[in-house]
């Protein structure tokens, strides 16, 4: 499905709002660089013009904007002169891509990307995704599901087709191997939904979300990168106070929300901030090693995200669980790599950046 005539007619005007509000971020942006002031110039102007476009275009535009998964991973890989690994999932109606050599690697991982569930996987998320293969050292394989946006299908189909990716490499590829599980923001619900999903909490609507049988089998460690937990800005005061120095606020969460909702109530899936300390007790049993969580200080999910990690750590842990919170960060902070310098002073265990926890966490999980 494409955009409506509406949307259709509307998105040049709206082209041209987004350009005059470029120009002022321009020159606006080293006055409101974050509460840290730590922010680079240019990822400041490209977060806070992330954040206008998201505000001013549709479902449908954003989908007709970016194009599809697929594709934005053929022109990555082809700028790269890199092999094109496109796979059917069966039983989805989808497809998945992959990133790094699959039969060498000793640990795969399956990466739900986000986009509030309105977008394809971004042009930021191949470069990201080739930082974890290369984080690996040659023992990583990524593989992303080019799961279905909200222009063309509603929860829980999404959820569904990840848990069919993620057994399609629990049965396929992975079956010799080591399985990560992982996502950012919406891909981040996702990842969580699937850990409930396999924990003892089967999603009710078994035709769409299909049982998954993990036989005995673990994964060996999943991350969640800014997990979209909750964006009740009544809640949570940051969904407010954070606004102008995220890329996005209230107003883009809770229209990407109603329309992945389309009409049924929250639930502990499309909201793993409701649930309560016990819901997560069967998550170290599919677990092998550890979860890693990571926030912005300066994001607007941060309280929603804190306070979903205080009870899942008194479900799992601190051995089994870890949240970082990186200073002066936005969210999805690592899809905008920082300098190799920067990265590499974050020792393990006192990470100071989402991306560095992100890359000791894959270099020990590869180990």
Known sequence: MGMTLWEALTILPAFGYILGRG?????????RMGRSRQKAYAVAVQQKLFR????????????????????????HQKSLKRKVDVEVIPGSGITGVWFGDKEKAKVLLVYYHGGGFAMPAMPQHPPFLDRLVEWGQGDLA?????Y??????????ALGEVVEATRFVLEGAGRDKDVLIAGDSAGGQLALAVLSHVSGHPHPNSNIVKPLDLNGKKFKGVFLMAPWVSSDYKKFPSMVELSQTDVI??????YWSSIWKAGKPDDEYIVPEIAPATWWNGVSDVVETDILA????????????????????????????????????????????KPEAVVNKD?????KTQEGAIRNWIQRQCK
Request: charged share 20%; proline share 5%.
């Open 23 to 31: 120009v002022l971020i321009a020159f606006f942006a080293p006055l």
């Open 52 to 75: 206008v476009v998201f505000n001013t275009l549709s479902a449908g535009q954003l989908y007709w904007l970016f194009g599809n998964t697929v594709e934005t991973y053929k022109k």
């Open 142 to 146: 990524v593989f992303l599901p080019a």
């Open 148 to 157: 279905t946006t909200t222009s063309q299908g509603v929860y829980p189909q």
């Open 249 to 254: 606020d209230s107003n883009i969460a809770d």
């Open 294 to 337: 990571t926030a912005g200080n300066d994001e607007a999910l941060r309280d929603a995200i804190i306070s979903w990690a205080g009870k899942f750590e008194d479900a799992l842990g601190k051995q089994k669980f870890r949240l970082i919170v990186g200073f002066g960060e936005s969210h999805d902070e690592p899809l905008t790599p």
């Open 347 to 351: 020792v393990a265990g006192q990470e």
